[in-house]
């Protein structure tokens, strides 16, 4: 797992490009003897192992795209692609999830199916979805996969029922003003001004008209607009994200966006829109399938290893696409390195490599249990 963790860092792909990531894999597979089926989503990849007839059929998922970062860890095995870094740990998922297919190809026999799911495309957001729409998950019951998190040392796994990954709801301001010269502004207007008035009113969303008990964030990622010192800049877009632990909540949220950027448009008199771009779901374990995700945990790492996060994250996860559908459970495998290292998406992020047998075990026997449990 080590060498395949290793390999796939050297050679990061981004979203929707990892082909070579995806040859890899299948390599691996055939290897080990496991059937699969390519091409969901362009790269992702459906291992089949055992028939899903009767005795049902689990599904276990890996990520397995970079980021476009360039890699400062220094690492022997670092990546060679300038501008793209494995900096979230998808090259562990997809390591951890082939040492579970090892470990179930070649473990007692299955009372039913284990489909592995090699997903294109979380960063971007949307790669589960596509494969959802492209089959990936007929007669699949259940799901569970894993994030590595540096946060927690290597050797635990943090199971928690409910909801544990936010709503994620991107979105686009554009304001179109009128340009002008800089000594006379009286004959243009500014988006400037008005784009950093509407920054600042934003701010006030969260801590004025959320419930102070519901986690919430907005954040302002991007902000472009004009190009020279001179010139009243006729446009100005913000990007930026919501997150939300409350479907209420988030509801209201969007709503006083939406008002927020009507009234600035009245305010300072130019055009303002709001355009919210595909969002994701917030990640909600089942009861039954976090209750499994527990006992092989326990069985993994002993019931001290397992432990739970408390507050939910406000980060994103496609994971959540699944779950609208089947039942599932998502964990986090401790994976701190004792000298420490950057944060996920940073230049210097890296992880334990001791993670990799947690993972694998975990998802091996969360696949166990679930058949078992499905057969009594
Ligand atoms: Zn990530
Ligand atoms: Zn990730």
Redesign the pocket.
Known sequence: MVGVRRHIHKHPETSYDEHRCSEFIKEQLQSLGIEFTGGYGGTGIAAHIGGCGTGGCVGLRA?MDALPITEGTGLPFASEQHGIMHA???DGHVAMLLGAAALLKNGPSLPGGVRLIFQPA??HGNGAAQLIREGILDGVQAIFGG?IDTHYRTGMIIVDEGLICAFADPFTITLNGRGGHAARPHEGTDSIVAASSLVMIIQTLVSREVDPNKSEVITIGSFQAGNAHNIIAAQAVLKGTVRSTDEMTREKTIWGLKRVVQSISTMYDLRADIVFDQGLPAVINGPQATAIARRAAAQVVGEDGVTCQGYPSLGG?DFSFYQQYIEGCMVRFGAMLPGGAGP?HSATFDFDENCLKVGASWLAMAAYHWLDAYRR
């Open positions: 990520d979230c740990g998808h979380e960063e994030h996860e996920a």
